[in-house]
């Protein structure tokens, strides 16, 4: 049978700190994505939204991770969902 696709959630982590954005702390919060078939997920782009309206295109998340500078601060994050947000 055909793979299923991934089912990813909004994640309503703050933006001070850090976290992760695939599996949070805790495994029953909102936020939880999920691999139907159990496989590893992974980042492969992050968008910026400031003010509720997304900036510019996605930028791709590699081997190493992405450290992006903006407006409000520094977000870096990697393929695992790892982040941190320092303003």
Do not use: C
């Not at 139907?36 to 509720?52: K, M, S, Y």
Request: net charge negative; hydrophobic share 30%.
């Amino acid at each position: 049978s055909p793979n299923k696709p991934p089912v990813a959630v909004d994640d309503p982590n703050g933006t001070a700190g850090g976290g992760n954005v695939i599996t949070p702390t805790n495994p029953d919060a909102p936020g939880t994505d999920l691999d139907p078939e159990g496989g590893d997920l992974r980042v492969v782009n992050v968008q910026l939204i400031v003010d509720g309206e997304l900036q510019g295109e996605p930028v791709p998340v590699g081997p190493e991770g992405v450290t992006i500078e903006g407006v409000y601060g520094t977000f870096s994050i990697d393929q695992h969902g790892e982040y941190t947000f320092v303003p």
